[in-house]
Each structure stands twice: as structure tokens, then as C-alpha cells.
């Protein structure tokens, strides 16, 4: 059912550091779902008004997801990257040429996403392009903002021979026929959108990597991929190319504006201004960077810099699907890199220097921040904005959340330190709702 017109208390953060509650708001929608006005103690006899104890936010935007790896959520992680992916990731990502396993997967990822409060990800998909042009369609059914890119990865020394691309050319011509099939659905008025995917550097060729090029500058869609994730990414890059990993995106013409590279735990501080000269972003994934990325993006040197950032899940190198849980960790990461974690060291040696960064900025990087850093028009409630939100409810026996007076801003904090999937009440997107509990 799509909405015209609410009434609710809400908060939403338009700009990093900021903070801005709306009591008793009047949200008045048009009919496609973009937003009119939002009147704080408005008032509209034909207005829909949110039970007491609900509040609503922006829905969240997940950055970075392997949509096919939700089947293996949480399983061997402790396991080093390379031995993780080849035992368990690359096998079954393989399994996704069988259509069927592709439509239980993808379909339970979106479903589940979406009641998390998910309204907006970027998807690495697999390299067919069958099973990759079901999951836009999945999420075009189901409602949520998306958009999605065929894994391209042909190198024979990096990649399985039971899971890669035939040849540089099947690459290039299996992402031109994603794209082309995402542009031809029907109905779908923007809300799903495709990517050009190098899973990263190492797992292409250079024919592969011009070809990507050339096809993103023929399309004018976005790029994403893997950068400087890892001691042993960031190494091989340099090793084989004789330049950084974001230097070699742009060498091939894969780095146009919003597009966004996952982790960049390991960018130097001339990296991350080529990637913000050229309006790219980062998807800060602070879980799975524990597990596999060997340091702690420095967030707020980042922010600070005015790169774009926004959060992702890293399905499933990271282990949680919500992004609840990426905001709760992207704090606590910037604290331990600001205090550091040996004890045996002195206090004054201990840490990184300045890099904490509080709730506020994180649930910004969690809505509009990673809206921003992909241009997509949501993660705030802002008249020329879509009305992609989610109405949390504070009061549910079942959720885990407990308020004892608190309200403003400790109310949100109770919020985003508590909420879980009970909590999600209804969600939308382009004002229809997508997910009731």
C-alpha cells in the first residue's frame, strides 16, 4: 500500500555530526514516492499516524554485499581469506548456475534484509548472468533499492578453473548483458540499478580490466570492487602492476563518480584523494574487517578528508546481515584504533591518535552517507528525497529494546545500540510499504 501522507516522530542525520529530530512531522509523498514536505507538528485529517512508541528513520543503505554468500552467513571465519575463499566461497558461488538454488537464496537475502531495515544495497552477485539478472529482478519484486554487478573475474593463476569467467571477453560481455537486461526491466523507474564488478585486481586480467573500462566509459554506470583490502591484496596489486591498487582502478578507467570499493583498510593518504578527486567512495565494513583486512579503517582521517563513506554488512565475510550491527562495530573499531590494544605498550604508543568517531556519525554513514557515496536519492527525510524509511517500534515485547524515559537523542543512541529484527515494524520504499512485522 503506498502512503501519502504520515505522522510521526522521526530523526535522520542529512550531514555527518549532525542530528536533527522531528516531533509530530507531517511527511506529505507524491505518487511516485519522493518527498513533498516535512512539517514538524503538522497536522492532515487524512494522515496516517505511527503508534505511540514507534519512531521512524531513514532505511539503511548496505554498501557492500556478496548477495550469493548469505548461504554460507557466519560459517568458517576462522579460516585465513585465501583458504576461506577457495574451500568455501568460491564453491559456492559456483552452485549459482543452478537457477533454481539462486532464486531460495537471493530470495530469503532481500526478504531478510529489508525486515532488518535494509532499503538500499550494493550487490556483488556471481559470474552468471542468469542467476544475476534473477536476483534484480528479486529485488525489484520485493522493493528494494539495488544495484547489482555480475562478478567479473577470468585470471586462470587467481581464479578457480571450476569458477571463472571463460575468457576476458565473456567477462566484458556477460556485465554489457546485466546491464542491458537491469535498463530493459519493466516497472522498474530507477529503483534497480547495475554495476560493473571486478571481484578485484588480482581476479582479472589486464584484457579484462581494459574491457570492464571501456565498457563502464560506453555505459556510464557505476564501478565496485575490492581496494587495498588486506596486506596481501594491497602487496600483490603493487607487485604485478607497479602501482597501488586505487591507481590501478583509475589506470583502467574503472573509478568514475559513485562508484564505491569495499574495506580500503590499506589506501594511503594519496589514494584516498584520488578516490575522492574522482567522487568515488568506500564501504566501511568494520566486522568483517576484523576478520580478514589485518588493520582498522581509518574512519575518521577519512571523513575528515571528505571522502564519501558509507557502511556495509560484507555478507558473509562479514557475520551479521544488519546494519545495526556495522554501525555498532564502526564505533567500537574507531575506538580501538584511538586507544590502541596492547597493554604492554605505553599509553602514549598505544594508539593511532585521534580516530574515535560517536553514534551520530555512524547512523549518518548507515543513511545518507552511503546514499551519498553511491547518488542515490534517500537517507533522509528531505523534500526531493525518496520515502525509503523504517518504523521502529521501541515497545515490542519481543524486540530488545527497553526505554525508561529516555527521549531525544539517548532515545535514538537506545535505539541503535538495541534495535534487532522484532523491532522493525514496517518498512518502505518509494512510500510502498515492503516489510510489516
Known amino acids: 500500500m503506498r502512503l501519502r501522507r504520515l505522522i510521526a516522530d522521526a530523526f535522520h542525520a542529512p550531514r555527518s555530526g549532525e542530528l536533527e529530530e522531528l516531533r509530530d512531522a507531517l511527511f506529505t509523498l507524491d505518487a511516485d514516492g519522493t518527498i513533498l514536505s516535512v512539517e514538524p507538528g503538522g497536522h492532515a485529517p487524512d494522515a496516517e ?3 505511540a512508541g514507534q519512531v521512524l528513520l531513514p532505511g539503511f543503505v548496505d554498501l557492500h554485499v556478496h548477495a550469493p554468500q548469505y548461504a ?3 560459517t568458517a571465519l576462522d579460516l585465513p581469506l585465501e583458504d576461506w575463499l577457495n574451500e568455501y566461497t568460491f564453491p559456492l558461488e559456483a552452485r549459482f548456475a543452478d537457477l533454481d538454488f539462486a532464486e531460495t537464496v537471493y530470495r530469503a537475502l532481500i526478504a531478510d534484509m529489508l525486515a532488518l531495515g535494509t532499503t538500499s544495497a550494493l550487490h556483488f552477485a556471481t559470474i552468471h548472468v542468469p542467476a544475476t539478472n534473477r536476483l534484480a529482478e528479486i ?8 544495484v547489482i554487478g555480475k562478478v567479473a573475474m ?3 593463476e587467481t581464479c578457480p578453473e571450476f569458477y ?3 575468457s576476458a571477453e565473456a567477462a566484458v560481455d556477460g556485465s554489457r548483458a546485466v546491464i542491458a537486461h537491469i535498463a530493459a526491466l519493466p516497472d522498474n523507474a530507477g529503483l534497480v540499478a547495475a554495476a560493473i564488478t571486478p571481484r578485484f585486481v588480482p581476479s582479472c586480467t589486464d584484457a579484462c580490466l581494459e574491457g570492464l573500462g571501456r565498457l563502464a566509459a560506453e555505459t556510464g554506470v557505476r564501478v565496485q570492487s575490492h581496494v587495498s583490502e588486506s596486506d596481501w591484496e594491497h602487496g600483490f596489486v603493487r607487485t604485478r602492476m607497479g602501482r597501488s591498487d586505487a591507481e590501478t582502478l583509475v589506470h583502467f578507467g574503472l573509478m568514475p563518480a559513485h562508484s564505491v570499493f569495499a574495506h580500503a583498510t590499506h589506501l594511503s593518504p594519496s589514494d584516498m584523494d584520488l578516490l575522492r578527486e574522482r567522487g568515488a567512495g568506500v564501504a566501511h565494513c568494520p566486522l568483517s574487517n576484523a576478520y580478514f583486512a589485518n588493520a582498522v579503517f581509518p574512519l575518521r582521517r577519512a571523513l575528515e578528508s571528505g571522502l564519501r563513506v558509507g557502511l556495509g554488512t560484507d555478507i558473509s565475510g562479514g557475520p551479521a546481515p544488519s546494519i545495526f550491527e556495522a554501525a555498532r562495530m564502526a564505533v567500537a573499531a574507531s575506538r580501538m584504533r584511538e586507544g590502541g590494544v596492547d597493554a604492554d605498550r605505553p599509553p602514549s604508543e598505544r594508539g593511532a591518535g585521534p580516530s574515535r568517531v560517536d553514534m551520530r556519525t555512524a547512523f549518518h554513514l548507515a543513511t545518507r552517507g552511503g546514499a551519498e557515496a553511491l547518488g542515490l536519492p534517500v537517507g533522509a527525510f528531505m523534500p526531493g528525497l525518496k520515502f525509503d524509511a523504517m518504523a521502529v517500534d521501541t515497545t ?4 530488545t529494546i527497553r526505554v525508561f524515559g529516555q527521549t531525544g537523542e539517548r532515545l535514538l543512541e537506545k535505539i541503535l545500540h538495541g534495535a534487532s529484527r522484532p523491532n522493525i515494524a514496517r518498512v518502505w520504499t518509494d512510500g510502498v510499504e515492503r516489510h510489516r512485522r
Open 49 to 51: 499516524r505511527l503508534p
Open 164 to 166: 571463472r569467467d571463460a
Open 154 to 156: 577470468d585470471h586462470p
Open 396 to 399: 515490542a515485547r519481543d524486540g
Open 139 to 146: 529485488c525489484l519484486e520485493l522493493g528494494q533499492r539495488a
Open 72 to 74: 554460507q552467513l557466519g
